[in-house]
């Protein structure tokens, strides 16, 4: 909401749902490091399931 606030852009609007979701990216590849071991293996398990599927 800071962003929006700061950048005049509509928090509901397509604008502001690509600019969270490249942050949201953006910090997956840092905030997974911090995952306990069981949710770490959650998520290879998850990923390698939609591997499967494409």
């Known amino acids: 909401m800071h962003i929006s606030s700061a950048l005049k852009i509509k928090?509901?609007?397509?604008?502001?749902?690509?600019l969270t979701g490249e942050i949201g990216q953006s910090m997956f590849k840092i905030a997974k490091r911090f995952l306990?071991?069981?949710c770490r293996?959650?998520?290879?398990?998850?990923?390698?399931?939609i591997d499967k599927k494409d």
């Open 41 to 49: 293996q959650k998520l290879v398990i998850e990923i390698k399931e």
């Open 36 to 38: 306990c071991d069981d």
């Open 11 to 18: 928090p509901y609007g397509e604008e502001y749902q690509y």
